[in-house]
């Protein structure tokens, strides 16, 4: 157990439709990393969260959003599914920020029908 | 965005081998990661690496940042069926500085696969 924690770990949801995925960070970590897996593009960053407020986007798609609550844990939402969007979902954090060792979770596999 | 190519795509040896993994960029880091990734699970972070010419050892694991601080090897000894997996380098995207939060880029890895 990393002690970052995703659920749910499957998803399996037909096109149009929206989904959130849920992050817990590791105890007393501040930032949450949001990156899609898939086999084509490899592991891509998508956003960051710094206690509570958005630090830094990659190649996230206007369809997708996300948010980091008081609590810190943190949810990917996407919505209008296409079957490209179909891939591995992980979340990662760390204590800093800046580009050191993160910790990831297991990940959530989204499949899109 | 810097890219990461990792070499090779592929690899299958016998335990007991030595290997080598490469990862290279054109463009200059501050630091770079090594993760492995298993099956069904996140990657797991093995070493950063941020001076040039480092040189960290993990067990049988030996890991190199270039002088130029534009590429690294892993380097395996001995290899066991447990080393199996998918070796991904990373490094902050964007500033050579290395400051700020702003993520990790990837390379698509080496997808490395020891036989007993």
């Known amino acids: 157990d990393s002690g970052v924690t995703q659920t749910p770990k499957h998803l399996i949801t037909a096109t149009g439709q929206r989904v959130t995925l849920r992050c817990s960070p590791r105890s007393g970590d501040l930032s949450v990393y949001w990156y899609q897996q898939s086999l084509d593009q490899g592991l891509q960053f998508l956003i960051q969260y710094y206690n509570g407020e958005e630090r830094a986007k990659g190649n996230i798609l206007e369809r997708f959003s996300a948010q980091q609550f008081p609590d810190l844990h943190s949810e990917l939402n996407l919505s209008s599914l296409e079957l490209g969007d179909s891939a591995l979902y992980f979340c990662?954090?760390?204590?800093?920020?800046?580009?050191?060792?993160?910790?990831f979770g297991s990940g959530t596999r989204l499949t899109v029908v | 965005t810097q890219l990461l190519e990792q070499s090779p795509q592929f690899l299958s040896i016998q335990e007991g081998e030595n290997l080598t993994v490469y990862c290279n960029s054109s463009?200059?880091?501050?630091?770079l990661q090594w993760y492995r990734q298993e099956p069904g699970e996140g990657p797991v972070l093995l070493v950063t690496?941020?001076?040039?010419?480092e040189v960290k050892k993990l067990k049988r694991l030996t890991f190199q940042f270039g002088d130029a601080r534009k590429d690294s090897s892993l380097h395996i000894t001995a290899a066991q069926p447990g080393d199996t997996g998918l070796y991904l380098c990373a490094g902050p995207r964007g500033r050579v500085s290395g400051g700020g939060a702003d993520g990790l880029t990837f390379g698509k890895g080496t997808h490395l696969i020891i036989q007993p």
């Open positions: 690496v941020v001076t040039g010419g």
């Open positions: 990662a954090s760390s204590a800093l920020t800046g580009p050191y060792g993160y910790t």
């Open positions: 463009s200059v880091f501050s630091s």
